[in-house]
């Protein structure tokens, strides 16, 4: 950095000094790719997209299912009158899973490759097709608190020097379920001896992410002073196992039911819209490296700020878009 400085007091006249920032624009330009790298998936434009945050911007990613085939092409053009020498071309179509703990190292559970051009030179544009038929894609893309699970495809341009070219373009994977057949209501009775007894009932256990949660509190004693009850939605992510598990609990929901005191006997009601927030599947011991589950969590605060909850796990899953 002092040199830097030194060097800029230095110089003395206009001429020296576009000089001086010429040669310092033309180092900068030497890091720069040889050539640029786009990748066009094959019904990109006409297919349904997801915005989806990446380095504090947000971006429209095309969602596929599993057991799709995913195509296109990649064009490579290299900057003006320059060629582009290389060992290789080729795509990859990775499925990764990254946790924030180990971050930079990536697990693949999906990896399949695909040469496009042998050891040659690149004059001029150049564009290759590419298809991955009917490819396994049987976990959802998931970003969480500790951990990622994406997809993404890997053009990579092998050199002897100056390493390789690479480009990446994420998609995002959605699988759909069909409704259960057997979905039950959940009913519990829960309380303090002499103090608080409380039934609450669901219309379902397990929920689709546009679901309605129904049901009702029914007050059987109470002798003590409620000051409001709430209920939320909760998410609790597990990575890793044994030892090296880390558990992470969100609140991605809170619904005020009741505000003042119940009385024996009273009845509230439960109507709780999920369409609103931003839930994922229930995932249960994806490759052995993460699960995600989520629990109705019932809050009461009595007039001394003391709190009571009960919570219940529930079963998210998607509706398939022809149920």
Not at 65 to 86: A, D, F, L, M, Y
């Amino acid at each position: 950095m002092n040199i830097l400085v030194a060097s800029l007091f230095l110089v003395s006249s206009s001429d020296d000094a576009n000089a001086f920032f010429y040669s310092q624009n033309y180092i900068i330009g030497a890091f720069k790719p040889a050539c640029s790298i786009t990748i066009s998936l094959a019904d990109g434009k006409s297919r349904k997209q997801v915005a989806l945050k990446e380095n504090g911007k947000t971006v429209l990613i095309p969602i596929f299912h599993n057991q799709e085939t995913i195509s296109g092409k990649i064009s490579i053009e290299p900057i003006s009158g320059k060629k582009v020498e290389h060992n290789g071309i080729k795509v990859e179509l990775l499925g990764q899973i990254e946790t924030y703990f180990d971050r930079g190292n990536f697990y693949d559970f999906t990896f399949l490759v695909r040469e496009l051009d042998i050891p040659g030179e690149i004059y001029e544009r150049k564009t290759f097709p590419f298809e991955f038929p009917t490819v396994e894609m049987p976990y959802e893309t998931y970003n969480g608190a500790n951990v990622r699970l994406r997809y993404v495809l890997k053009v990579s341009i092998s050199r002897n020097y100056g390493g390789s070219i690479v480009e990446y373009q994420d998609f995002v994977v959605r699988n759909c379920s069909p409704p259960p057949s057997i979905n039950n209501s959940i009913k519990m009775e829960v309380g303090i001896e002499d103090c608080l007894h409380i039934e609450f009932e669901y219309n379902k256990s397990k929920y689709h992410l546009k679901d309605v949660i129904v049901g009702k509190i029914y007050f059987l004693l109470v002798r003590i002073k409620i000051k409001n009850m709430d209920l939320e939605i909760r998410r609790r992510e597990s990575t890793g196992s044994g030892t090296n598990t880390h558990v992470e609990t969100e609140t991605l929901a809170k619904f005020e039911l009741m505000d003042g005191a119940p009385v024996r006997g009273e009845s509230i009601p439960v109507r709780l819209f999920l369409s609103p927030y931003e839930l994922a599947p229930t995932y249960l011991n994806i490759n052995n490296k993460f699960s995600v589950k989520y629990y109705l969590n019932l809050v009461l605060v009595d007039e001394e700020d003391r709190r009571y909850f009960k919570q219940q796990e529930i079963t998210m899953y998607r509706l398939s878009e022809t149920s």
